[in-house]
C-alpha cells in the first residue's frame, strides 16, 4: 500500500517545480518519494520535495490527477521560513476501519475507514535543521493532511505570519463559494462561478469538475488555531490564508503542536458529498461524557418580532420579552409538541448601542418586566426548555468575565442550552488584552476568538448547558469531540428574509446544503409560514418549502421561527412541524445537484418512520424520488405537504399547497413536482 524510494521527483510533481523536466532530472539530486492509497486504491497520494528542496504533494483519483503538485509550508514572523530547503527523512504509516456512534446527528454511526502515512520533513543546516511533519490520510471519498510540528531544539515557540498550504486543482470546473475574510463574515449571497474566478473564499467551498467529480474544501479540528480561507494565487492554484491577529502573527503557538486538518470532500455525485463524515473522523472522539441532558428538539421563540422591527430587544413599549408574553408562548409550545422556547432580549444590556460594542451586557441579570424565575418554573411545570440567549455584540472580554456564574445559573433554572450571538464587523471582537483594562481587536474566526468559543463550550459542558452559537467560528466537526456543541449560524439564515425583498433568493438553501452544510449542523431557523418579512416583503420561498427546510438543513434543534399566531393559522404545516423529528439514525441524500435542488430521505432515530423532502431552487422540475430506502416488505402510509398546482415563490401562488396520502413500498417511484423557489416534506409511516 505504502512506498517510500529514493528516485528523481519526475512526471507532475517535477512539472511544476521551477525547472523544466530535462534541466531537473539533469541536476537534481536524488529525491525521496513517499507513495500511498486509499482502502480501495481509488485515491494515491504521492509526497516529495521540489527543485527548491519544497514538500510538494499531489493527489490522483482512479488514475488521473486531482491535485497537482502542491507546496506545504509556512511563513514565521521571528524567523527564516519552514517552506525552503526540505528533504524527506521518513515515513510511517498505519491504517484504521472502526465505526463510532454519534449521540445526536444525522446519522447513528459513523464508520471511518482510512490509511494514512506520516511524513518527516527536515530542513537543512542553512536553515537550522528545523522539523516539520505532515501527516495524510487517505479515505475512499476524502483526504486530510496536517502538520505536526514535534519539540524540537531551538524553537520553543512558532510565530506563524501564514500557512502556504496550497491545492492546485487540476481540472477546470464551477465553484460555489462565500469570500472570506469580509466584513459582513459568512453571512453572504453563495456565487457560483468558474473555478478560476475564485477570489479568498470561505470554506467549506465547493466544485463540480468538468469530470463530474465533486470536491468541497474544507478544514477540520479547529483548536486553537486561525481559521483558514482559501486563496487563488493563480489559474486554479488555491492556497491558504489565515485569519488575522491583533498580535501580528496569525497564529502563536508553543511545541509540539498539531494544526487543524485542511481537508478535501471528494465523490462522484452531489449525494458522495453529502453523505459523508470525513471532518466528523478527523476530530478526537468524545471528550465531555455523557450528553444525554441534551435532547434533540424544535422550539419556538420570543424572536421574529424584533427581527421585524415589531417589537424591541431593549426595554420600553415594545419590548418583546415580557413575562407574559413568554408565558403565552410557553404554553402554545406545550400544545402544540415544542420542546423549547427561546427568549432574546432578556437580559440587561440592549438599551445602548449593543452593536459591536457589548460591554453594558449582563448575562446573569434580567430586566424588570422579565420575571426569570418565574418564566423558568412556568416552563419547567409545562415541560418546556427555556432557552437562553448571550448576545455579546462580540464583546468576548465581558462575556468571559461572565461566564461561569452565567452557566452555573442557567443550569440551576434547568436550562440545557444557550443561544450566543457575536454581532460585530470583521476584526471587531473586542477581547481581553494582556494588561488590566486593556483590550485588543481580533477577528471572529482568528486563534483568540478560537480560543474563546472553547472556552464558552467547555464551560458550558461543566453546567450541562448545549451552546448553539451565532456569527460563529466556522463548524470544523468539533461537535464529534464535544457533543454540547450542538449546531451554530454561520451563513444567512432566515433572519435576512426579514429585512428585503426575496432577500436570500429561491437558490440559496440548495446551495447551503451542499456548501455551509457540510461543515456542520445549521440553526437556519425555518418555519416562516406567513411567507413574509418586514413591510409584508416576500420570501423567495412558498410554503411547502418551509417545511422541505426541516429535511434539507439538519439542526438537532429546529425552530418554527414565525409568530406563534402565523403557525397557528396553519394547522395542517403545523402538524407536520410536530412530527418531524430532530434526530435521525439515517439521512440519505436520494435526489439532488449543487445549488438547484436536494432532497433528503431521513430515518427517525427513535421509530421506523421515514421523512422525505427537501428545496429547490428558481427552476420549477419534475423529480421521481426512488423509495430504495424502505425496509423490504413493508407498506407504508405516506402524508404528503407538496408545491400546489401553478405554485411559484415569485408571485403570491407561493401560498399555494397541497396534500396527498398514498401508500409506498421499497421499489417505488414517487413523482414529484417541484415548484420555482419550492419544497415538499413527506411523512412515511409503515402500516396505517
Ligand atoms: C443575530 C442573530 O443571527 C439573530 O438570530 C439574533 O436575534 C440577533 N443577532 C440578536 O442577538
Ligand atoms: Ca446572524
Known amino acids: 500500500m505504502f512506498r517510500f524510494t529514493r528516485k528523481a521527483a519526475l512526471g507532475a510533481l517535477a512539472a511544476a517545480a521551477l525547472l523544466p523536466i530535462p534541466a531537473l532530472a539533469q541536476t537534481a539530486p536524488a529525491k525521496a518519494v513517499v507513495t500511498a492509497a486509499s482502502p480501495d486504491g481509488t485515491l494515491v497520494l504521492t509526497v516529495t520535495t521540489d527543485g527548491s528542496d519544497r514538500p510538494v504533494y499531489s493527489l490522483s483519483r482512479k488514475g488521473k490527477l486531482l491535485i497537482g503538485a502542491s507546496k506545504l509550508g509556512f511563513t514565521l514572523t521571528d524567523g527564516l521560513n519552514l517552506v525552503r530547503g526540505f528533504r524527506i527523512t521518513g515515513s510511517e ?34 536553515y537550522a535543521g528545523r522539523k516539520m511533519n505532515v501527516r495524510f490520510r487517505l479515505f475512499d471519498n476524502g483526504f486530510g493532511l496536517r502538520y505536526e510540528l514535534p519539540e524540537q531544539p531551538g524553537i520553543k515557540t512558532l510565530k506563524i505570519g501564514d500557512e ?3 491545492f492546485d486543482v487540476a481540472q477546470p470546473g464551477t465553484a460555489f463559494w462565500v469570500a472570506g475574510l469580509e466584513w459582513n463574515r459568512e453571512e453572504q449571497i453563495y456565487q457560483r462561478t468558474p473555478i478560476d474566478a475564485v477570489a479568498t473564499a470561505q470554506t467549506p467551498i465547493t466544485m463540480r469538475l468538468e469530470d463530474g467529480t465533486h470536491l468541497a474544501f474544507h478544514e ?52 458522495g458529498l453529502v453523505e459523508n463524515d470525513l471532518e466528523l473522523n478527523l476530530n478526537e472522539p468524545n471528550k465531555i461524557g ?46 402544540n409538541g415544542f420542546g423549547g422556547l427561546l427568549v432574546e432580549g432578556w437580559d440587561k444590556g ?46 468576548i472580554a465581558n462575556y468571559e468575565a461572565q461566564l461561569e456564574p452565567a452557566m452555573k445559573l442557567y443550569q440551576s433554572l434547568g436550562m440545557h442550552s444557550v443561544k450566543t450571538g457575536y454581532v460585530a464587523d470583521a476584526g471587531g471582537i473586542i477581547a481581553p488584552g494582556d494588561a488590566p483594562g486593556e483590550v485588543r481587536m481580533e477577528w471572529h474566526e482568528g486563534q483568540r476568538n478560537v480560543q474563546h468559543h472553547m472556552k464558552v463550550v467547555e464551560t458550558a459542558a461543566k453546567y450541562q448547558v448545549a451552546i448553539d452559537a451565532h456569527e460563529p467560528v466556522k463548524d470544523t466537526g468539533l461537535r464529534r469531540t464535544y457533543p454540547n456543541w450542538i449546531d451554530r449560524e454561520g451563513a444567512r439564515g432566515m433572519e435576512y428574509n426579514a429585512w428585503g425583498q426575496f432577500a436570500n433568493g429561491p437558490d440559496h438553501e440548495p446551495t447551503l446544503v451542499y456548501t455551509r452544510m457540510l461543515s456542520g449542523p445549521m440553526d437556519f431557523t425555518p418555519g416562516m ?27 438537532p434543534i429546529q425552530m418554527a421561527s414565525d409568530f406563534i399566531e402565523s403557525l397557528a393559522a396553519h394547522p395542517k404545516e403545523l402538524e407536520f412541524i410536530r412530527q418531524v423529528p430532530a434526530d435521525w439514525s439515517e439521512s440519505h441524500l436520494i435526489a439532488g445537484e449543487v445549488g438547484d435542488y436536494a432532497i433528503f430521505a431521513r430515518k427517525d432515530r427513535n421509530s421506523e418512520d421515514w421523512y422525505v423532502g427537501g428545496v429547490n431552487g428558481h427552476a420549477a422540475r419534475d423529480v421521481s ?38 401508500k409506498v413500498k421499497k421499489g417505488d417511484k414517487l413523482p414529484l413536482w417541484l415548484a420555482p423557489g419550492g419544497g415538499a416534506a413527506i411523512r412515511l409511516h409503515p402500516g396505517k
Open 529 to 555: 409560514l406567513s411567507l413574509e418579512g418586514a413591510n409584508h416583503v416576500p420570501l423567495a420561498s412558498t410554503l411547502a418549502k418551509q417545511l422541505g427546510l426541516y429535511l434539507a438543513i439538519y439542526s
Open 625 to 662: 424520488l426512488a423509495m430504495d430506502f424502505l425496509d423490504a416488505g413493508k407498506t407504508y402510509t405516506a402524508t404528503v405537504w407538496k408545491d400546489g398546482e401553478g405554485a411559484t415563490y415569485e408571485t403570491d401562488a407561493r401560498h399555494k399547497i397541497a396534500y396527498a396520502t398514498l
Open 93 to 126: 504509516t498505519a491504517s484504521a476501519d472502526s465505526t463510532w456512534e454519534q449521540p445526536w446527528g444525522e446519522r447513528r454511526f459513523v464508520r471511518d475507514h482510512h490509511n494514512e502515512v506520516l511524513v518527516h520533513f527536515e530542513q537543512n543546516a542553512d
Open 350 to 395: 440592549w438599551n445602548g448601542d449593543w452593536f459591536g460594542h457589548g460591554q453594558d451586557f449582563s448575562f446573569t441579570e434580567a430586566v424588570p418586566d422579565f420575571d426569570l424565575k418565574a418564566v423558568a418554573a412556568y416552563a419547567a411545570k409545562n415541560k418546556i426548555q427555556l432557552i437562553g440567549h448571550n448576545e455579546t455584540g462580540g464583546n
Open 220 to 271: 477540520a479540528a479547529l483548536v486553537d488555531y486561525s481559521a483558514m480561507y482559501f486563496k487563488r494565487a493563480e489559474r486554479q492554484l488555491f492556497r491558504t490564508t489565515l485569519a488575522p491577529s491583533s498580535r501580528g502573527s496569525a497564529v502563536i503557538r508553543d511545541l509540539p503542536f498539531n494544526t487543524p486538518w485542511r481537508t478535501i470532500r471528494i465523490a462522484d455525485s452531489a449525494a
Open 290 to 335: 455523557d450528553v444525554s441532558w441534551f435532547k434533540p428538539m424544535k422550539y419556538i421563540g420570543i424572536w421574529w418580532g424584533m427581527i421585524r422591527g415589531d417589537w424591541t430587544w431593549a426595554e420600553g413599549p415594545r419590548h418583546g420579552a415580557t413575562t407574559e408574553r413568554a408565558k403565552q408562548y410557553i404554553d402554545f409550545a406545550a400544545k
Open 164 to 166: 502556504w498550504t496550497e
